[in-house]
């Protein structure tokens, strides 16, 4: 992955398919935090297999939600208790976190349980003052998506058929949210 450049960015790399990666990950960042910060997680990676009812694949299940769900859950509770009031977890959903296609099953499932993930945080989180979304921002423009295209210019044609802006999105108007 390419190392974010923005000012007071602190860049960690982890094998996010294994949850003890991240926890040790969360355990280095929460060192390097002061008591009562304002820490803002996003929990953004994916894994984005193809597979099926006829062709289900548990390791692609086991990756997708180890990278969605059991890392996230890690890195999060080794940062909660330094992050003070304002702080915020977010997640980075899908248009597949309340809907499915077919041969995406680990993906979708995964991303249904970043909602029910969120959901439980928040209740986890009620009155602590750190605040949990899922931001679903639909089909963006990443190398992901990119790699699924046979045909990249029919398929993103089929695909702006379903985004109200008429477009793919671009990555960085949801970074600027």
């Given at each position: 992955?390419?190392?974010?450049?923005?000012?007071?960015?602190?860049?960690?790399?982890?094998?996010?398919?294994?949850?003890?990666?991240?926890?040790?990950?969360?355990?280095?960042?929460?060192?390097?935090?002061?008591?009562?910060?304002?820490?803002?997680?996003?929990?953004?990676?994916?894994?984005?297999?193809?597979?099926?009812?006829?062709?289900?694949?548990?390791?692609?299940?086991?990756?997708?939600?180890a990278i969605s769900i059991f890392s996230p859950g890690?890195?999060?509770?080794?940062?909660?208790?330094?992050?003070?009031?304002?702080?915020?977890?977010?997640?980075?959903?899908?248009?597949?976190?309340?809907?499915?296609?077919?041969?995406?099953?680990?993906?979708?499932?995964?991303?249904?349980?970043?909602?029910?993930?969120?959901?439980?945080?928040?209740?986890?989180?009620?009155?602590?003052?750190?605040?949990?979304?899922?931001?679903?921002?639909?089909?963006?423009?990443t190398p992901m998506l990119r790699r699924t295209m046979d045909d990249p210019e029919a398929?993103?044609?089929?695909?702006?058929?379903?985004?109200?802006?008429?477009?793919?999105?671009?990555?960085?108007?949801?970074?600027?949210?």
């Amino acid at each position: 992955r390419t190392p974010c450049t923005v000012e007071g960015v602190v860049n960690h790399k982890a094998d996010l398919m294994d949850p003890a990666q991240a926890a040790k990950a969360g355990d280095h960042i929460a060192e390097g935090l002061g008591n009562d910060s304002v820490v803002c997680l996003v929990h953004n990676a994916a894994s984005y297999d193809s597979d099926s009812a006829a062709y289900f694949n548990a390791n692609n299940m086991t990756n997708a939600m180890a990278i969605s769900i059991f890392s996230p859950g890690a890195l999060t509770s080794k940062l909660l208790p330094k992050m003070d009031r304002g702080s915020s977890v977010l997640f980075v959903g899908s248009t597949l976190s309340d809907k499915a296609v077919a041969d995406r099953a680990s993906y979708a499932t995964s991303k249904h349980a970043v909602v029910g993930l969120m959901r439980s945080y928040a209740q986890d989180l009620f009155g602590t003052g750190v605040h949990t979304a899922v931001v679903c921002p639909g089909f963006t423009d990443t190398p992901m998506l990119r790699r699924t295209m046979d045909d990249p210019e029919a398929t993103g044609e089929f695909i702006k058929s379903f985004v109200s802006v008429g477009r793919l999105i671009d990555a960085q108007e949801i970074a600027d949210l």
